[in-house]
């Protein structure tokens, strides 16, 4: 839910009051048992313990001095929009970390706030390979449950839980609701269905946020007081292996594989229902350490990556002398197009482990010369610092003999068109990278610039039996207010191109306050252009996109200006160009397709978030590099005029 970053509105204290009715509805929903404070003086009551220890939980629950704050998200593959509410605190000695989030009337506990009370919501248990699974968004499967039956008995439908690892029992790393009842079941061995359905996860955006842009909290190796057993991790791994068997099963579900010491055979064709979601795949085949990886084994995965993608395009393109490249191909373009994609970053931590940087080359160009230097491809030098491949060698045993591994989730057929530099590859890519499932390809759009006259021009609209409450194209209102003059007899004899005033207009569209309305009204007569220019001027602006074979009448205008789709370049990191579209969805375009398209046709990542400063919905999606034609082009499939496109440039340099 939290795998996209949320916009936090303005962080505001809360009240003792307000912490005091949130912590006790917190208490009343997860049934927290209040234990009263031990006291060596005798003469305390009862009533005071209790007190007492009701305040202990509040504090331990929510600290004084919380924060809280309102915020919004978008989730799921139609980036349906949700709002709720983050409260935040720091205990003692802590950084402030966001401890409870809400969603509708429902408070759900994060990580931080498990670690430091155990119990308050059941832990369930899953093998890590599934967890990691999970801290990339995917939901819990059935067969994916470890360590029961019998399961914890508050695991109900609808209640909220939380997964650990069998690797690390005691340490929740997943939140999320129950889909079923998973305190009934008396066996997981073939069983369907969700299992649970993942809210937060550490790792996600929610955990990783702070106050002063501090990284996220360490994960403790054990934490006391969760009911576990103490041999029940080792004992349900062994249980675990020995009973799951390897059946088919729906697409988008993967198949585990257990530690090699439990005997789990590696199949390609045999999968298992352990996750379901955003990162669930296929199979698996690489399992990245958790153990910090050194420079040598980060320059292994950085060639590997290399081969990957020559290997790839080799196998795509067999029949193109360049398989599909196009050459030179930029420095910054090798590193997007053919070295990230190939990663087998999994996680999050995967993702920081793998950094040019962390190489013993820190630099692409250095990496560029290493490959260079095994005679892999060919690069050249050019003017400000920057290199280019000019070849690769497609036949080298290197790339003949290498053997694929599976990666995350990604369309890396998507990368066909090659790293070049945007040429005819991408062109191509661009026609032919349609998504199926977008409606707005092949629409055809109509905007209008509408019209809708003040109260103050009704006389006007009445004497010519037209509607004031109407809205109008400005051609329509100069046919209108000339019916008027013409009905009024108000051309002037000398000259045709003049309008004598009439009291009517000499009040409605002249107020005299500015130095030209004074002229006018002391002449008397105005030019009939200006007139009709005034009179459209003061009228109300509205707009309307007609889809298809709409018509006006099917359509409720919407007021303010005609909208446009902007298009920003902006450099980043120094010289980076990223390219940024929105306000897409005036013209019926639905980001999330237009961003797949995008990225296939131009090769390159992308991310769509909440348009900064926009209302709640509009969305912003920025494209690595300078993509302006490959963006006009999509929205030109989609009915949308290039006249409609505002194109703000800011990598050029300012004129001094």
Not at 169 to 177: A, K, L
Not at 187 to 210: F, M, N, P, T, Y
Not at 294 to 307: G, M, P
């Given at each position: 839910m939290f795998k996209k970053k949320p916009n936090l509105r303005t962080l505001a204290p809360l009240r003792s009051s307000d912490r005091r009715k949130i912590t006790d509805q917190i208490i009343a929903e997860y049934h927290l048992q209040i234990v009263k404070e031990d006291d060596d003086d005798a003469n305390t009551d009862e009533q005071a313990k209790t007190l007492a220890g009701i305040n202990a939980l509040r504090s331990s629950l929510l600290p004084d001095g919380s924060l809280s704050a309102k915020f919004s998200t978008t989730t799921g593959p139609d980036l349906k929009i949700l709002n709720g509410i983050v409260y935040i605190g720091a205990r003692l000695g802590e950084d402030q970390r966001i401890l409870w989030f809400k969603i509708g009337e429902k408070i759900y506990p994060t990580v931080y706030t498990l670690w430091k009370n155990p119990n308050i919501i059941p832990l369930l248990h899953t093998p890590d390979v599934v967890l990691r699974k999970m801290r990339g968004g995917a939901d819990l499967m059935?067969?994916?449950?470890?360590?029961?039956?019998?399961?914890?008995?508050?695991?109900?439908?609808?209640?909220?839980?939380?997964?650990?690892?069998?690797?690390?029992?005691?340490?929740?790393?997943?939140?999320?609701?129950?889909?079923?009842?998973?305190?009934?079941?008396?066996?997981?061995?073939?069983?369907?269905?969700?299992?649970?359905?993942?809210?937060?996860?550490?790792?996600?955006?929610?955990?990783?946020?702070?106050?002063?842009?501090?990284?996220?909290?360490?994960?403790?190796?054990?934490?006391?007081?969760?009911?576990?057993?103490?041999?029940?991790?080792?004992?349900?791994?062994?249980?675990?292996?020995?009973?799951?068997?390897?059946?088919?099963?729906?697409?988008?579900?993967?198949?585990?594989?257990?530690?090699?010491?439990?005997?789990?055979?590696?199949?390609?064709?045999?999968?298992?229902?352990?996750?379901?979601?955003?990162?669930?795949?296929?199979?698996?085949?690489?399992?990245?350490?958790?153990?910090?990886?050194?420079?040598?084994?980060?320059?292994?995965?950085?060639?590997?990556?290399?081969?990957?993608?020559?290997?790839?395009?080799?196998?795509?393109?067999?029949?193109?002398?360049?398989?599909?490249?196009?050459?030179?191909?930029?420095?910054?373009?090798?590193?997007?197009?053919?070295?990230?994609?190939?990663?087998?970053?999994?996680?999050?931590?995967?993702?920081?482990?793998?950094?040019?940087?962390?190489?013993?080359?820190?630099?692409?160009?250095?990496?560029?010369?290493?490959?260079?230097?095994?005679?892999?491809?060919?690069?050249?030098?050019?003017?400000?610092?920057?290199?280019?491949?000019?070849?690769?060698?497609?036949?080298?045993?290197?790339?003949?003999?290498?053997?694929?591994?599976?990666?995350?989730?990604?369309?890396?057929?998507?990368?066909?068109?090659?790293?070049?530099?945007?040429?005819?590859?991408?062109?191509?890519?661009?026609?032919?990278?349609?998504?199926?499932?977008?409606?707005?390809?092949?629409?055809?759009?109509?905007?209008?610039?509408?019209?809708?006259?003040?109260?103050?021009?009704?006389?006007?609209?009445?004497?010519?039996?037209?509607?004031?409450?109407?809205?109008?194209?400005?051609?329509?209102?100069?046919?209108?207010?000339?019916?008027?003059?013409?009905?009024?007899?108000?051309?002037?004899?000398?000259?045709?191109?003049?309008?004598?005033?009439?009291?009517?207009?000499?009040?409605?569209?002249?107020?005299?306050?500015?130095?030209?309305?004074?002229?006018?009204?002391?002449?008397?007569?105005?030019?009939?252009?200006a007139l009709i220019d005034r009179i459209i001027s003061s009228c109300t602006q509205y707009w309307a996109i007609l889809r298809n074979d709409e018509t006006r009448d099917q359509v409720k205008p919407k007021a303010g200006p005609a909208p446009t789709i902007k298009i920003i370049l902006e450099t980043r990191s120094g010289n980076k160009t990223v390219s940024k579209v929105s306000g897409m969805e005036a013209f019926y375009v639905s980001p999330q397709p237009l961003a797949d398209e995008l990225q296939k046709a131009c090769a390159s990542s992308i991310s769509i978030n909440q348009l900064v400063g926009g209302k709640v919905g509009a969305m912003e999606i920025m494209i690595q590099g300078p993509q302006k034609d490959m963006i006009t082009k999509a929205l030109e499939k989609r009915g949308v005029s290039r006249s409609w496109i505002e194109v703000l440039d800011k990598t050029k340099a300012k004129k001094r």
């Open positions: 059935t067969p994916g449950l470890a360590n029961g039956p019998p399961f914890p008995s508050k695991a109900n439908k609808g209640s909220t839980v939380a997964v650990a690892s069998l690797e690390l029992p005691t340490v929740p790393m997943v939140v999320g609701i129950c889909e079923i009842d998973v305190c009934t079941l008396s066996s997981v061995q073939g069983a369907k269905g969700h299992a649970v359905r993942s809210l937060h996860w550490c790792g996600d955006e929610i955990w990783g946020w702070s106050h002063g842009g501090k990284p996220g909290g360490s994960v403790p190796s054990i934490i006391d007081g969760w009911n576990i057993a103490e041999d029940s991790s080792s004992r349900a791994l062994d249980d675990k292996a020995a009973e799951m068997t390897v059946s088919r099963i729906e697409a988008g579900s993967f198949e585990q594989d257990l530690p090699a010491e439990h005997g789990n055979p590696e199949s390609k064709d045999d999968h298992n229902t352990y996750v379901n979601g955003e990162d669930g795949t296929p199979w698996e085949r690489v399992s990245v350490q958790r153990k910090e990886l050194t420079s040598k084994e980060v320059d292994d995965i950085f060639r590997n990556a290399f081969l990957f993608a020559i290997y790839q395009h080799r196998e795509t393109h067999p029949n193109d002398v360049r398989h599909g490249l196009d050459f030179p191909i930029p420095q910054s373009l090798f590193v997007s197009n053919l070295i990230l994609p190939f990663l087998p970053a999994f996680t999050e931590e995967d993702t920081n482990a793998m950094q040019i940087k962390k190489t013993s080359w820190k630099s692409a160009k250095k990496f560029i010369k290493a490959l260079e230097k095994e005679k892999l491809l060919k690069s050249k030098d050019r003017s400000g610092g920057e290199v280019v491949i000019q070849d690769v060698d497609f036949g080298d045993l290197a790339i003949s003999n290498f053997k694929p591994y599976e990666l995350p989730q990604k369309d890396t057929k998507a990368l066909d068109n090659g790293g070049g530099g945007g040429g005819g590859g991408g062109e191509r890519a661009a026609i032919s990278a349609t998504s199926i499932n977008d409606e707005s390809v092949g629409q055809q759009l109509k905007k209008l610039s509408l019209l809708k006259p003040k109260e103050k021009l009704a006389p006007v609209f009445n004497s010519t039996g037209s509607n004031l409450h109407s809205f109008y194209l400005p051609a329509e209102l100069s046919l209108i207010i000339t019916a008027y003059i013409e009905s009024e007899n108000l051309v002037a004899t000398t000259n045709k191109r003049l309008v004598n005033l009439n009291p009517i207009l000499a009040n409605a569209v002249f107020d005299g306050q500015s130095s030209m309305d004074r002229e006018v009204l002391v002449k008397g007569t105005v030019p009939r252009d």
